[in-house]
């Protein structure tokens, strides 16, 4: 596609609830970024994957957080037994030249556990 | 330990007045280095980046920045604003050998004076 596609937009989900974000990276991208960005802070690595292969999940905060990238395309992020400090903006983004940082971020999904 | 500060929250110019966003790191070697822009509820698009070189580089929509060695710095400047630069900014640092991991700042945000 032309840009990474993240959906959904927005989840509102009930605190213990578990939720799944997907994001859609730019065709062909072989790198594969997740980011939490809470409010009125900068974005937090959260997760790294080179093609299928995760190879970086020094920033999933809790084994709670797990994501995977089966196709090394499509990639999901699920959060069991949500908690309230869940509640953030997570931010999907891909590049297409191996390691090379400096990516293109899609627009998202705000995640509010209630 | 790795980070990077913008020291500045929130800072307010007027239209057409000249803008210069701070930022410093802390890193064990030089790092790349980038500035992105976020609108509300959209993601982070990039304005520039530096990787080596020329210490001066330009980026889009009429950025500039200027990595500074001795200062750890690599402040963002923009000779007249406008009002459509209204928005969030975001400093942050990266390496492939950190495979392509970006630490950013905790953000800027800018307001434009009529």
């Known amino acids: 596609g032309a840009g990474v596609s993240q959906s959904p937009r927005y989840k509102v989900a009930k605190r213990g609830q578990d939720v799944a974000l997907r994001c859609d990276p730019i065709?062909?991208?072989?790198?594969l970024f997740w980011y939490q960005q809470a409010l009125g802070q900068g974005p937090e690595f959260l997760t790294y994957?080179?093609?299928?292969?995760?190879?970086?999940k020094s920033g999933l905060p809790s084994d709670r957080f797990f994501a995977e990238r089966p196709e090394g395309s499509v990639s999901t992020l699920k959060i069991q037994r949500t908690q309230q400090e869940d509640s953030a903006v997570y931010l999907c983004?891909?590049?297409?030249?191996?390691?090379?940082?400096?990516?293109?971020f899609g627009s998202g999904t705000r995640l509010t556990v209630v | 330990a790795q980070s990077v500060t913008q020291p500045d929250i929130h800072i307010t110019v007027s239209e057409g007045a000249s803008l210069e966003l701070r930022c410093n790191y802390s890193?064990?070697?030089?790092?790349?280095l980038f500035w992105y822009v976020q609108s509300p509820g959209q993601g982070l698009q990039l304005l520039l980046k530096?990787?080596?070189?020329?210490?001066l580089v330009q980026g889009i929509k009429g950025f500039e920045a200027e990595f500074k060695r001795s200062q750890s710095s690599f402040n963002l400047r923009k000779p007249s604003v406008h009002w459509s630069d209204a928005a969030e900014y975001f400093c942050?640092?990266?390496?492939?050998?950190?495979?392509?991991?970006?630490?950013f700042g905790q953000g800027t945000e800018l307001s434009v004076k009529p």
């Open positions: 065709s062909g991208h072989v790198s």
């Open positions: 942050a640092v990266g390496a492939p050998w950190q495979g392509g991991k970006l630490i």
């Open positions: 983004a891909s590049s297409g030249q191996g390691t090379s940082p400096g990516y293109t």
């Open positions: 890193y064990g070697a030089t790092p790349y």
């Open positions: 994957f080179q093609n299928e292969a995760q190879l970086d």
């Open positions: 530096y990787f080596s070189g020329d210490t």
